[in-house]
């Protein structure tokens, strides 16, 4: 198909169309809170005073170790603290409260320099590769097909747009491990027509994919291997 | 001043038809152009371009939707204008971000493929008649409109990651519809 086609083509639709999407949209009345208001400003300071606590690297591992735990093999699953903002379907969700611990024992982190002229190349986006400290020393094509591994791409929430189509991802801003920016992860997605959760990790062949969140762009290195039996 | 009497006048090369086509929806199509030229002045030129347009079309063209039709024109004219304006610059934007998204539909389809650009518009709008409402919108106010992403969240209440996923999976859902129908290989 001619480029510009599908434009002019979405530019010919049924004026139907194009009117009912100009029509102002119905938007529900606003509920009083009445006496509930103060309830509502006390759970948000609660929450706040939660939430700059969880700042604190010590707390943040007490909670998150209990939080997050991985089953067997088979069906390893990362969990995560899932809030759903009002009145959103669950495909819809931004999860909060979703946090990398600290890196394992015996485990290093290495910045993964991106390249300038590659398409694609943001420099607000980090790739960090987690892997076993007995790999240091190995080039990048070894480092290619050893197992263990997490590469993680992690940047600032609010500074990335979306849709470029370099797999950036919404990440917000949470706390530093091993001297690298930390951020939670959210997103729920569909990738070939399967509705995957954060945290589902997925086999495919002798790779096995964990979905870190953001949406999957075509041909971009989505595949993160990781370690059996890794805690956090 | 109702629109089959505007195109009525249009139709008996009555110059009031102008006047009278601008005084309605120059602020309609003057919002679908600043979408894409971010200028008022640009914007403002190009509606005129549109109204020109309108009066060279009609007749033959007996458009049973006016609004849309104006639309439509100021859409493509404002498309031309801002292509020119940024011919060899690379620029990254909103409207650029847009575009790709498209582009992104019909990726990996047979470019040697050629369709009556008016089949594949029925065939979208089956589509998109046959799409929950809110996504049928949100992909509209996208890609016909030009609204930037921020402004559908303004507009509807959604939150940002909401939208973005409900175009996305609109944009692979169209994709699908096409390939079943032979429009992409």
Redesign the interface.
């Known amino acids: 198909m001619k480029k510009d086609v599908m434009r002019r083509a979405i530019g010919g639709i049924d004026p139907r169309l194009v009117e009912s999407a100009d029509a102002e949209p119905v938007k529900a009345p606003r509920k009083s809170l009445g006496f509930k208001r103060v309830a509502v400003i006390a759970l948000a300071v609660v929450l706040t005073v939660c939430g700059l606590l969880m700042l604190n690297a010590n707390v943040r591992a007490a909670v998150l170790g209990f939080v997050l735990n991985w089953e067997d093999e088979e069906n390893v699953r990362i969990h995560w603290n899932v809030e759903s903002e009002e009145g959103e379907p669950a495909d819809a969700v931004d999860i909060h409260d979703v946090a990398f611990g600290y890196l394992p024992e015996g485990y290093v982190a290495h910045d993964i320099p991106g390249d300038p002229d590659l398409e694609g190349y943001d420099p607000r986006i980090r790739t960090v590769r987690i892997m076993p400290a007995e790999y240091e020393g190995m080039t990048e094509g070894e480092l290619s097909s050893v197992p263990d591994q997490i590469i993680v791409y992690i940047s600032r929430a609010g500074d990335i747009d979306w849709g470029y189509g370099n797999g950036s991802y919404d990440l917000t801003y949470m706390s530093k491990i091993n001297g690298m920016d930390a951020f939670m992860v959210h997103q729920i997605y569909e990738y070939e027509g399967e509705s995957y959760e954060v945290g589902d990790i997925m086999f495919s062949d002798d790779k096995i994919t964990v979905n870190i969140g953001g949406i999957w762009e075509p041909g971009f290195d989505e595949t993160i291997k990781i370690a059996e039996g890794m805690t956090w | 001043m109702d629109d089959h009497l505007i195109v009525q006048m249009f139709r008996d090369r009555d110059e009031d038809a102008l006047a009278a086509a601008k005084e309605k929806y120059e602020k ?1 199509l003057t919002y679908i152009a600043n979408n894409v030229l971010h200028d008022r002045g640009e914007s403002e030129e190009c509606v005129s371009d549109a109204l020109l347009a309108a009066w060279e079309s009609i007749p033959p063209q007996n458009p ?2 006016l ?3 104006l ?2 024109l100021t ?2 004219i404002a ?1 031309s204008r801002w292509r020119k304006n940024t011919s060899g610059k690379r620029i ?1 934007s909103d409207l650029v ?1 847009s ?9 990996g ?3 040697d ?1 050629e ?1 009556e ?2 089949e ?3 065939e ?2 089956r589509f ?2 046959s799409v929950d ?1 809110d996504k ?2 949100v992909f ?2 996208r ?3 030009y609204d930037p ?1 921020k402004n559908i969240c303004r ?3 959604f ?4 939208v ?3 175009l ?2 609109t944009r ?1 859902d169209l994709a699908r519809y096409l390939k079943e129908r032979g ?2 290989k």
């Not at chain 2, 939150?159 to 909401?162: A, E, N, R």
């Open positions: 309609y049973d939707n609004k849309t039709y639309g439509k859409r493509e498309i990254r971000r575009l790709d998204e498209i582009e992104e539909i019909v990726s389809g047979d470019p493929s369709f650009e008016a594949l518009s029925r979208i709008s998109l008649f409402e049928r919108n509209i106010r890609y016909w409109f992403v507009r509807y209440g939150g940002k990651s909401k973005l996923m409900m996305k999976r692979d429009y992409l």
